[in-house]
Structure formats: C-alpha cells, structure tokens
C-alpha cells in the first residue's frame, strides 16, 4: 500500500486511525476490480474493522497518474511501483510474509498486526485438451527459465516473488484462492446473488 510522500499517513497505522475515524473517507486505488489490489483492500477493511473505498482503474498506468494527481488517497498496488515510484510514493506495508530486500524499511501487514499475506500471481495456461505431454514440455521450459540467475535476479530488484509452480501446484493455488476469494466477497456482500 502506497501514499504520496506527501501524505499525511506516515504510517500504515496513520491511515487506519483516519479510516476508522472517517469511514469511507480514505479511497484506495487498483488495478481492476475483483482484482488482488481490490482483495487486499478488502481484506484491510475486515482485518483493521475500517471502511475504505475502493476506486478500481484500467490497470497500474491509470492508477498510478490518479494518486500522483492527489485524485485517491492511497494505492493498493504492486510492490513494483513502490519501487519505481519511491521518489514519489511512501510504501506503508506490503502484503508478503516477510520484508522485500528492495524495500527494506518497508513492513508487512503482518509485523503491523494484519494477517495479510496477498499477491498478484501470474502464470500460463493451455487449453483442457493440451495433450499431457505438450503441458510437460511447457511447463518444464518455464521452470527453467525461472530458475536461470539473470532471470531470478532481475525478477528480484523488480519487486517480484520468483516461484515456479507446476501445473497440479498451480490448479490447488487457484482452487484454493477462489475458495478464499468467494468466502471474502461473501461476508462483505459483493457476491452476486
């Protein structure tokens, strides 16, 4: 979660004080609706008993000139435009289990006493019918390249979690993320009925 430097919020805990004193007040920008920024929010909202309002844009390049132009109070973003944007922007937390060696002075949701552990997965996908020897072969390319030294390190300064996940590991993620997805939605009622 990210301010302008010239926020108020210093802190994670400045920005829930005000929330809870202010509910609805605080907007936070994302990328997307029903998206992890948007999950994350949510799951601040429930974990910190706050309203903040969710203001979802077209991606991360929209989100990102809405909070610089004083448009939304904070972004939930990605630990990327942290980085590239640390001249500009104050990370308050993010939602690893443990601090980034990027972002050092930076906190986690759960050393401030929210357990929030969220991100932005990506993968690759083949159609159902992809033969078990072709998903083998791609998948087998794609650790590979995960595992290379330039790769893991560029993916690293860039704020990205460097994990490979082969296809059964992949399926249970997200199983398992749509089941925790569905349950949220649900109690904040946003699921369509």
Do not use: C, W
Request: glycine share 8%; aromatic share 8%.
């Amino acid at each position: 979660m990210v301010v302008r430097n010239d926020s108020p919020f210093k802190t994670l805990k400045d920005l829930v004080d005000f929330a809870k004193e202010n509910p609805g007040v605080v907007t936070a920008g994302g990328s997307g609706s029903s998206s992890a920024n948007e999950m994350g929010v949510l799951l601040l909202n429930k974990a910190a008993d706050i309203k903040m309002t969710y203001i979802p844009f077209t991606g991360s390049g929209a989100a990102t000139p809405a909070l610089l132009g004083g448009h939304v109070g904070s972004l939930m973003t990605y630990s990327t435009m942290a980085i590239q944007y640390k001249d500009k922007f104050r990370a308050l937390a993010i939602m690893s289990e443990e601090r980034m060696e990027v972002l050092p002075d930076v906190p986690t949701f759960k050393e401030l006493g929210y357990d929030i552990v969220e991100g932005a997965y990506r993968g690759a996908a083949a159609p159902p019918a992809t033969a078990d020897e072709t998903v083998k072969y791609l998948a087998d390319a794609f650790e590979k390249v995960m595992k290379e030294p330039d790769v893991m390190q560029k993916m690293k300064e860039n704020g990205f979690k460097s994990e490979f996940l082969g296809p059964d590991a992949s399926a249970a993620l997200i199983k398992q993320k749509v089941a925790e997805y569905t349950v949220l939605l649900g109690e904040m009622g946003l699921l369509k009925k």
